[in-house]
């Protein structure tokens, strides 16, 4: 018994010893009364000697409606007990504060989304929100229990963990567990203080172990691609084999797998990046191949040798493989873009419109945020290449590693070049201390 209905009972009772013995009334027993045959509910009692058609109209509505009190009374002791739940309900929804809902972190005109997330942690195990205005962390959570990213070395030279978002309110990010060679996807919300809330696995959402992982939410956010090379038997294992995408239904937790076709002589076949396309039917993606070895930190800009240094340029296309097909190769897709000679090096894409491919593509150490017409692969429009400070820094430094990710309406990005991060708006460079790595909007 709960300390509420102690209160009630202990009431009632005080409640029954002060009533008086002499204040009750007496039970009168009520004679049995024959009805005749074929008079209906709505007849009086027939009184012995009286007159079944001299009955006064109205007394017949009385009896029937002490019958009708007399039945209906355990469904009114039903309607009271769930009235009396939900008034409780209420009451203590008001006393203890409703849930939080997820927050729509969506940009205006003037300014970007209020906040930015991504994975941060020597182990890339800690998912971190930051206010987009001054970069302030408003929250920290680490992976789950039992998914972690740990060991010396382990899985070395590779991205164990990716973020996403769709809709400007629905996240998935995904952390491994390299003992056990499994990863896990999860999925959470903000509040409007920056605050996560409604985190929880993926259904369907614990996968083989993958590295350089790459992640997709569909527009409608039911389903996540995610894109990734599986994990090596071991941390100086470098006979990778070529990527895969997974697709996961975030209600059911059906999961498809895409793969295969894409293999060449001596190439590390990768995926670097994955988006859809607005109508949430198609898949695009970043195909890759390096030599020998997979692409390094980043696994989008430069080959490794099996030092770790750099060994030569991966050659990438951007493909289009399209649900309506229900193909399960990668093949099967068609080539939406080539590298050419302004522009040799792809590296990252999206697909804000269905017409227009969003890429960031390199030449030399110069970093540019083109747009390509669909179908065609023209350049039609330079979305950032005002990058002398960044040059100037990667001639000293290198580059690495590069990202690209956009708000819900396209209008903002978040560009990673190396260890130059910030938002991009109206070919404007927002600089961002802790750098936007694989984050997301």
Not at 322 to 339: C, F, K, N, P, Y
Request: with cysteine; hydrophobic share 40%; glycine share 10%.
């Amino acid at each position: 018994m709960t300390r509420t209905e102690e209160r009630l009972t202990d009431a009632l009772a005080a409640r029954a010893s002060a009533i008086r013995e002499e204040s009750l009334r007496s039970l009168v027993a009520v004679p049995r009364r024959r009805f005749p045959v074929g008079a209906g509910f709505l007849r009086r009692p027939i009184e012995p000697g009286a007159d079944p058609d001299m009955i006064a109209p109205g007394r017949a509505s009385s009896s029937s409606g002490r019958l009708w009190l007399r039945r209906s009374a355990p469904l009114a002791s039903a309607v009271a007990l769930v009235l009396a739940v939900a008034v409780a309900a209420t009451v203590g929804r008001l006393l203890v504060g409703s849930p939080a809902r997820p927050f729509v972190d969506r940009a205006t005109a003037e300014a970007p989304p209020p906040y930015f997330v991504d994975i941060e942690g020597m182990n890339d195990n800690v998912i971190t929100v930051h206010r987009t205005a001054d970069d302030h962390v408003t929250e920290r959570m680490h992976a789950p229990q039992g998914w972690y990213y740990t060991g010396k070395n382990a899985w070395a030279h590779s991205e164990p963990s990716a973020l996403a978002s769709a809709g400007d309110r629905l996240f998935v990010g995904t952390f491994n567990n390299v003992r056990q060679r499994r990863t896990g996807l999860f999925m959470f919300g903000l509040t409007k203080a920056g605050r996560i809330i409604d985190f929880r696995a993926v259904p369907g959402g614990d996968l083989p172990g993958l590295v350089n992982i790459a992640l997709a939410v569909s527009p409608d956010m039911m389903h996540v691609a995610v894109a990734g090379t599986p994990a090596p038997s071991s941390p100086l294992d470098w006979a990778l084999k070529p990527a895969k995408i997974f697709v996961v239904d975030l209600r059911t937790g059906a999961r498809t797998l895409i793969q295969g076709g894409l293999t060449r002589t001596h190439r590390q076949f990768s995926i670097p990046s994955v988006t859809w396309s607005p109508n949430g039917e198609s898949l695009i993606y970043v195909a890759q191949w390096c030599f020998p070895n997979l692409a390094g930190f980043g696994s989008n800009v430069v080959c490794e040798n099996r030092n770790g240094n750099n060994y030569g340029q991966p050659v990438s296309q951007v493909r289009q493989i399209s649900e309506a097909t229900r193909s399960t190769r990668l093949s099967d897709g068609q080539v939406l873009l080539h590298g050419t000679a302004r522009y040799p090096r792809i590296l990252q894409v999206l697909m804000v419109r269905p017409d227009r491919l969003t890429v960031l593509v390199r030449r030399g150490l110069h970093p540019y945020v083109v747009q390509f017409s669909v179908p065609g692969g023209r350049p039609v429009k330079v979305l950032y290449d005002k990058a002398a400070r960044l040059v100037g820094i990667l001639k000293s430094t290198g580059f690495s590693y590069a990202s690209l990710t956009a708000d819900g309406s396209g209008r903002y990005l978040l560009l990673q070049a190396d260890i130059m991060g910030g938002w991009v708006h109206l070919g404007r460079f927002h600089y961002l201390l802790q750098g936007v790595l694989d984050a997301t909007w």
